[in-house]
């Protein structure tokens, strides 16, 4: 058997209480014998019981220790003489402590198993706990950033302009709103065709003739915020090496629109 099926079984706990068969018990000592990790665990476990047994320990009856004093008494004042009643009387008692014992210890077995089942029932409950309050948070946290997104597009300080593409993608478009009150730019990427694992598109703004990063455009996002430049004069998109560029490559500008002053 495999160090998981032994622990998860309870056969050690068999073991422990001596229930096993001669060739069960054997089978456990080889396997206690030839694996340090679980040797370790068995002692953990001997000593777990052991320490429940102390906490848990039941008082004998007080007339248990009078009688088992009284015996000693007689067979050391009548030395050789046995009292064949106090003898069976002894072993009675004992048998019942020995039967306490033996109770008390299954019962600390239950409880150790239903502690067991307990915490582990407690686990799931909190993973799946976690597992809500991670969704909530990712709901509230994409509900958070499309109302924001919606007053831009919705503001009247919002122009929106439509990036067709040309030859090199003609069934892309991009719709993009642009609020200088604010600063923003927000762009709709739905209609953006799909490019190859090495390409990406990046977006440009024309500044005096000089074209100025706005950033690369995630086609996985449906809307997508890039950076405002000022005194942009047009805006620009092209098909870059995976990463983006620091320059445009002019002969991959697959679509560019002029804005408003």
Do not use: C
């Not at 370790?40 to 039941?58: H, K, R, V």
């Not at 069934?171 to 730019?185: A, F, G």
Request: charged share 25%; proline share 3%; glycine share 4%.
């Amino acid at each position: 058997m495999k160090r998981k099926d032994i622990i998860e079984s309870g056969i050690l706990e068999q073991y422990l209480l001596g229930e096993l068969d001669s060739s069960k018990k054997l089978e456990i000592e080889n396997a206690l014998n030839s694996d340090t990790e679980l040797k370790n665990y068995f002692n953990e476990l001997e000593e777990t019981f052991e320490q429940l047994g102390q906490e848990n320990a039941i008082k004998p009856p007080l007339d248990v220790k009078t009688n088992l004093l009284k015996s000693i008494k007689n067979n050391s004042t009548e030395e050789t003489i046995i009292n064949d009643t106090k003898s069976f009387e002894l072993k009675t008692l004992l048998t019942i402590a020995a039967s306490i014992a033996a109770i008390l210890l299954i019962g600390i077995l239950w409880t150790y198993s239903e502690l067991n089942t307990t915490k582990k029932e407690l686990q799931i409950v909190e993973d799946k706990n976690q597992i809500l309050i991670d969704d909530l948070n990712s709901v509230t946290e994409n509900l958070e950033t499309t109302t924001k997104w919606l007053k831009q597009i919705i503001s009247p300080n919002s122009r929106q302009y439509v990036l067709i593409g040309n030859k090199l993608s003609p069934n892309s478009k991009v719709i993009s709103y642009v609020n200088n009150v604010d600063k923003s730019v927000v762009i709709n990427t739905k209609e953006l065709a799909k490019l190859n694992a090495n390409q990406d598109y990046q977006m440009w703004a024309d500044v005096e003739g000089e074209m100025i990063n706005m950033g690369i455009i995630d086609t996985s996002k449906e809307l997508l915020a890039m950076t405002y430049i000022h005194n942009a004069e047009s805006l620009n998109i092209t098909i870059e090496p995976k990463g983006g560029n620091d320059h445009p490559t002019v002969s991959k500008l697959i679509s560019n629109v002029y804005l408003e002053p």
